[in-house]
Nanobody, 125 residues
Framework: QVQLVESGGGLVQAGGSLRLSCAVS????????MAWFRQTPEKEREFVAA????????DYTDSVKGRFTISRDIAKNTVYLQMNSLRPEDTSVYYC??????????????????WGQGTQVTVSS
């Protein structure tokens, strides 16, 4: 069965860094777009970043541009989210997701078929 397992979350001070990892199994990793979403109890799950199946194209929500970097390692079936200059408003549960929709729909949750269980990121001020 398909499994997406996130790791790397934790507690960090504002201005610090974390790197999230998502290990994928049970699907042909190189055929899927991969993304990170995040959710708090007060908000709906929101798009953070995505990388195309080829690894050549990325997309970021405006609030993380210049601070977060998404990447993928085909050999390890793993997608990463490097988060720098973290802010208290980045506090959330972060989920990785796999989908095969068109790139212009990359920010739409409905186009992602497989999800991880989430990892908590807490940024203290």
């Amino acid at each position: 069965q398909v499994q997406l397992v996130e790791s790397g979350g934790g507690l960090v001070q504002a201005g610090g860094s974390l790197r999230l990892s998502c290990a994928v199994s049970g699907l042909t990793f190189s055929r899927y777009n991969m993304a990170w979403f995040r959710q708090t109890p007060e908000k709906e799950r929101e798009f953070v970043a995505a990388v195309a199946w080829s690894g050549s194209t990325t997309d970021y929500t405006d609030s993380v541009k210049g601070r977060f970097t998404i990447s993928r390692d085909i050999a390890k079936n793993t997608v990463y989210l490097q988060m720098n200059s973290l802010r208290p408003e980045d506090t959330s549960v972060y989920y990785c997701a796999a989908g095969a929709g068109a790139w212009y729909r990359i920010r739409l949750k409905i186009d992602y078929y497989h999800w991880g269980q989430g990892t908590q990121v807490t940024v203290s001020s």
